[in-house]
């Protein structure tokens, strides 16, 4: 089996164990929001949207945010914007929907959100100028978008988030601190 359907299998069970857990705490009353948690509600797809999509001619495909791309359920590559990714603090293993216009038009949704983990560290440049965040023994990747749009410069600190369970390669940033000089 290839390498990434078997990341992409893997990702989807944790999503998966996840949203089992917080349905258990939904159903015991035990439910309380966190930092980062969200509403049920936000689980739900508008009702006619994917009917309209079918109607219209639109392709709709779901996938894995591999912290760079969608990976479809085929371990197909689905290109996404630096600065939509960045902007919207897509982390490694959210699940997003795809719609595909006619005219050939992408446009990304967010559709369950993994549970994150903020962590602090220093923002650094690797030597193929690819940024990334330290700390201790850790590295994650960031997106250049994240770093641009925030003003980093090397040894800024850097807030990142990360899947909360699990181990992931790529954070999204939160926010830059400038460091004082």
């Known amino acids: 089996m290839p390498k990434q359907k078997v990341i992409f299998i893997q990702?989807?069970?944790?999503?998966?164990?996840?949203?089992?857990?917080?349905?258990?705490?939904l159903l015991?009353?035990?439910?309380?929001?966190?930092?980062?948690?969200?509403?049920?509600?936000?689980?739900?797809?508008?009702?006619?949207e994917e009917t309209t999509?079918?109607?219209?001619?639109?392709?709709?495909?779901?996938?894995?945010?591999?912290?760079?791309h969608m990976i479809g359920p085929d371990g197909k590559q689905y290109n996404m914007p630096p600065n939509y990714a960045s902007k919207s603090k897509l982390v490694e293993g959210d699940i997003l929907k795809l719609v595909i216009g006619q005219n050939g038009k992408f446009?990304?949704?967010?559709?369950?959100?993994i549970e994150r983990e903020r962590i602090i560290g220093l923002l650094a440049l690797g030597k193929n100028g690819d940024y990334f965040v330290e700390q201790g023994s850790r590295r994650w990747r960031i997106l250049t978008a994240s770093v641009t749009y925030f003003k980093g410069q090397t040894g800024d600190e850097a807030i990142i988030l990360?899947?909360?369970?699990?181990?992931s390669n790529w954070a999204a940033v939160e926010?830059?601190?400038?460091?004082?000089?």
């Open 11 to 25: 990702k989807l069970i944790n999503n998966i164990k996840e949203n089992t857990r917080r349905l258990e705490e």
């Open 107 to 113: 446009i990304y949704k967010q559709i369950g959100p």
């Open 175 to 181: 926010n830059i601190i400038t460091r004082n000089m």
């Open 162 to 167: 990360v899947p909360k369970y699990g181990e």
């Open 28 to 48: 015991s009353g035990n439910w309380e929001e966190e930092n980062g948690a969200i509403g049920i509600e936000q689980f739900a797809a508008p009702p006619d």
């Open 53 to 68: 999509n079918e109607q219209s001619g639109e392709k709709v495909i779901e996938g894995v945010f591999n912290g760079q």
